[in-house]
């Protein structure tokens, strides 16, 4: 999510959220969830009032901004986003199966209860199949309204997909965008990609999830397309 996140940051109408434990305080003052089915208006209200409140307190929002709270675990939590948010868009961001769990295995997160699930190879892939069959359930079960993002995609063609992410959020892709700015996201993109890469050739992972894991040469090759794309300026940028 660094490269999204990197460029929702620079417009300027939109408020974005980096793992904001805001939610978290939400879902606490509702309790278990089986209370969910039996919530009322006047409690939804309550709790909708209780997670604006707290983000006027944490990261308030400038007039006119529309917030977006990213946070992937969230996924796992659709329900009680959708009764207090049901007009709330959702932005979905796949990538590969294989990916997500070997660089959240890789990943320097701050211990604490959701990130001790990816301190082994094993856990974090049981952890994405989890989160992943959560979010599968609940969007065949409620009416989300959903954009899908492929990160692969955004490598190929970055100016596409996020003029229609921003179509969906009623925004317009800004023709006056410095290239400076995507070349900044794509060089975060590559030192990831470098990051993986290094890691990968130390780390034999067989059958993760549901697919095999690329091998050392093709994400190499994807490092490199990268890598290309940030040094000659072949970005898409009216």
């Not at 901004?65 to 979905?92: N, S």
């Not at 996020?162 to 892709?173: D, S």
Request: hydrophobic share 45%; proline share 5%; glycine share 4%.
């Amino acid at each position: 999510t660094t490269l999204l996140d990197t460029l929702l940051m620079n417009i300027p109408s939109l408020h974005v959220l980096e793992e904001s434990p805001i939610f978290t305080e939400v879902d606490l003052a509702l309790g278990h969830e089986a209370r969910l089915a039996e919530l009322s208006n006047e409690e939804a209200s309550r709790l909708r009032r209780l997670y604006f409140q707290l983000l006027d307190e944490v990261a308030p929002a400038a007039p006119g901004q529309t917030v977006v709270d990213k946070h992937p675990l969230r996924m796992a939590r659709m329900p009680i986003l959708h009764r207090l948010f049901p007009d709330a868009r959702v932005i979905f961001l796949e990538r590969h199966p294989c990916d997500v769990v070997l660089s959240c295995f890789m990943a320097n997160f701050q211990l604490n209860h959701a990130m001790r699930s990816f301190s082994t190879l094993d856990e974090a892939a049981r952890t994405y199949d989890a989160v992943f069959d959560a979010w599968t359930r609940a969007e065949a079960l409620l009416p989300l309204t959903v954009h899908r993002i492929r990160y692969e995609r955004m490598v190929e063609n970055l100016e596409g997909e996020m003029r229609a992410l921003l179509g969906f959020l009623g925004r317009e892709w800004d023709l006056r965008q410095p290239r400076g700015r995507i070349r900044r996201a794509l060089c975060l993109l590559r030192g990831r990609h470098q990051q993986e890469l290094d890691e990968a050739r130390r780390v034999v992972v067989v059958d993760v999830v549901d697919g095999e894991l690329r091998d050392a040469d093709e994400r190499a090759r994807r490092a490199v397309v990268v890598e290309e794309v940030v040094h000659d300026g072949r970005v898409a940028v009216p």
